[in-house]
């Protein structure tokens, strides 16, 4: 199965003047071997919204908010955010990673 990605071109904008991280990097986290992905149970009242932490080709450790949708043979992600992981949650990583 192949993954696809989506985002609105203004959601990317917003995204990156307030946290400088572009949807192009955000869509590398999804080739980490160890990605570590959760439904985000708080915010998905309307859609089921997932989120993702991993490593992006920069070598950062970002959270991806996202959704899921099957598309004929591939995964449809649509991005919906991206920030760098806190702390917190790059501890959660590390950990679910060993």
């Known amino acids: 199965m192949e993954l696809t990605f989506e985002w609105d071109a203004r959601k990317a904008k917003t ?3 307030k946290h ?4 192009e990097e955000a869509k590398t986290v999804f080739n980490d071997p160890m990605l570590l992905t959760y ?3 708080f915010h ?6 997932m989120i993702s932490i991993g490593y992006s ?3 950062r450790i970002l959270l991806v908010v996202h959704t ?4 004929q043979n591939d995964l449809l992600i649509r991005i919906i ?9 790059r501890k959660v990583y590390d950990e679910s990673s060993t």
Do not use: L, V
């Open 15 to 17: 995204n990156w003047d």
């Open 81 to 89: 955010s991206c920030r760098g992981a806190t702390p917190a949650e």
């Open 20 to 23: 400088g991280i572009s949807f």
């Open 39 to 41: 439904s985000d149970e």
């Open 68 to 71: 899921e949708h099957d598309a």
């Open 44 to 49: 998905s009242d309307s859609e089921d919204r």
């Open 57 to 59: 080709i920069r070598q």
